[in-house]
């Protein structure tokens, strides 16, 4: 798979700038087929300040498993302010991404290794491609600042999360016994983006 990084708008784009795809095999961001839902703009941006850190806490506490503390929102999205990527519509939150990028110097040259950290999308908002393009987006960011790998884990039966991770090119990279503290299994998923994502 290849992707330019002019394909793809990664800040402050709206839905129908996302969709500029020059390959079939790339990442699917069409907007969606319902007639109510498309009508509607749907922007991205990434994080901009402390007022926005409340939504982004309400949203990942309604949909994700695993609760975290303001403390491990804050280590994530303070130091990587540029990897957290949000989507709203006529002005409320309807989708994030959270993610981390660890970045290291090996035998002399930069390398970086990304992590996906939390990724929601308001229920009524699935199925469209909102939790795709967010992924996309922050996977963008993460090349731009030389990163090589990415990674995170999913529970073995989140139908919908492995399916959208597959479908950009994740590999399941290791089974993770009673990963979460509900005690579900994970999968981390792994994703080479020499091989996938790079020129
Ligand atoms: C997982 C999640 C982010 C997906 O968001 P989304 O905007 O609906 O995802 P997309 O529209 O980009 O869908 C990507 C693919 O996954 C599929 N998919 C999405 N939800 C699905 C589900 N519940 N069951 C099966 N497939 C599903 C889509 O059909 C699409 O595949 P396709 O193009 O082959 O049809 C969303 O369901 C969610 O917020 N879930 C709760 C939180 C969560 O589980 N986060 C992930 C933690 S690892």
């Not at 007022?51 to 303070?78: A, D, K, W």
């Not at 002399?108 to 967010?134: C, H, N, P, S």
């Not at 959208?164 to 503290?181: A, Q, T």
Request: proline share 3%; net charge negative; with cysteine.
């Amino acid at each position: 798979m290849s992707i330019n990084n002019s394909d793809i708008l990664i800040e402050d784009s709206k839905n129908s700038e996302a969709t500029n795809s020059s390959s079939k095999d790339q990442p699917n961001t069409q907007p969606p087929n319902d007639p109510i839902v498309q009508s509607k703009e749907i922007v991205y941006h990434s994080y901009h300040g402390e007022e926005e850190l409340e939504g982004i806490m309400q949203l990942m506490q309604e949909y994700l498993s695993e609760p975290y503390s303001i403390y491990t929102y804050r280590y994530f999205i303070n130091n990587w302010p540029q990897l957290c990527i949000m989507a709203s519509c006529e002005g409320k939150l309807i989708g994030t991404v959270v993610c981390q990028l660890e970045q290291m110097r090996i035998d002399d040259v930069d390398t970086g290794k990304g992590y996906i950290a939390m990724l929601a999308v308001r229920e009524e908002f699935r199925k469209q491609r909102i939790g795709t393009t967010l992924v996309y987006k922050s996977i963008q960011k993460m090349i731009e600042l030389g990163c090589e790998e990415v990674i995170l884990e999913a529970e073995v039966t989140n139908k919908g999360a492995l399916r959208l991770y597959s479908n950009m090119g994740f590999i399941k990279d290791r089974y993770l016994h009673r990963y979460y503290l509900n005690a579900v299994d994970a999968w981390r998923l792994k994703l080479f983006l020499k091989s996938a994502y790079k020129n």
